[in-house]
């Protein structure tokens, strides 16, 4: 196993998403709650971090371990089942929250309305006013599937550089289930600084908690990814997987489920995690027995 290139590689991506969260939103820079344009394109750039650490590992400190794994162009099957994927997982989340009563839809998507109106010089007419929520219904879904498996995408590459491609090949000499679930620990103890900015823009109490959803999360996205991974030997695929759920997560669901949380807080948090740990081993084992019927 190459200690130093893992521990150079863990260095620098805790130390500079440390250093750039907590620096960036004492400057006021690094904005989670509603950023605008700059700011989140400041939070995307963040998410590079793993993908420039692994870079200068892997260059100061080479091995055998080292593959390319290709990234376009893209298997057409697998980017469609990906892409379609997220959203209904997501949807089967809300559902089971729905039903035991943890939050409820808003068919009239008030709160996502309100904020429309608002930027408007003038009040919509009563036909278009009526008919929106509706439209929006039907387009908000179409439209952050299609920004998941492209521009989020593009932003989980960075992610996808790091944890997937660099660390995980390299502990797998532990065992593939601890690799995996190593792996997942790492990232989502990757994101802690961005929680705890997160907690403290909103004054949202409970931060050990989503902590613990937030490495629970990790676990489970890790073993979902590595089984893509597996399965498919693209990276690109993992990306847009990854892209999907975070599209999804910035989309319809908490518009339509205005009650909700996201994804690592709060009974619906884990409500998620149990609904993706499960697609998790579903995929798992119908990539095992792929590879025993191959």
């Given amino acids: 196993m190459n200690y130093k290139g893992i521990a150079l590689f863990l260095g620098l991506s805790y130390g500079l998403i440390l250093l750039c969260t907590l ?20 939070l995307a750039a963040l998410m590079g971090i793993p993908a420039l650490s692994a870079f200068i590992a892997g260059f100061v400190y080479p091995d055998e371990h080292a593959k390319e794994l290709p990234l376009w162009p893209l298997p057409v099957r697998p980017a469609i089942l990906v892409t379609l994927c997220a959203p209904v997982l997501f949807g089967l989340s809300c559902a089971i929250a729905t039903l035991l009563g943890f939050t409820q839809p808003q068919w009239s998507l008030g709160g996502l309305m309100n904020r ?13 006013e009526s008919t929106a929520p509706v439209v929006a219904l039907i387009a908000y879904p ?33 065992g593939r289930p601890v690799a995996i679930a190593i792996t997942g620990l790492c990232w989502g103890l ?86 993706w740990g499960v697609a998790a081993v579903a995929i798992g084992r119908w990539g095992r027995r792929k590879e025993l019927s191959g």
């Fill in 23 to 42: 620096v960036g939103a004492a400057q006021g820079f690094i904005v989670l709650e509603n950023p605008n344009l700059f700011r989140y394109l400041l």
């Fill in 116 to 128: 429309v109106t608002a930027q408007l010089s003038a009040p919509l007419p009563p036909g278009v």
């Fill in 142 to 174: 179409i439209f952050s599937t299609l920004v998941g498996a492209t521009l989020f995408a593009f932003i989980a590459l960075g992610s996808e550089m790091g944890w997937r491609a660099y660390l995980l090949p390299r502990l797998e000499v532990l």
């Fill in 190 to 275: 990757w994101f802690l600084p961005l929680v705890y900015t997160w907690h403290q823009e909103v004054q949202l109490p409970g931060f050990p908690g989503a902590m613990i959803r937030v490495l629970a999360l990790g676990v489970v996205l890790s073993f979902l990814l590595a089984s893509i991974l597996r399965h498919t030997g693209h990276l690109g695929i993992t990306a847009m997987a990854l892209g999907a759920f975070a599209g999804q997560d910035s989309g319809i669901w908490s518009q339509l489920f205005e009650q909700s949380t996201p994804p690592w807080t709060g009974t619906a948090g884990w409500i998620n995690i149990a609904v």
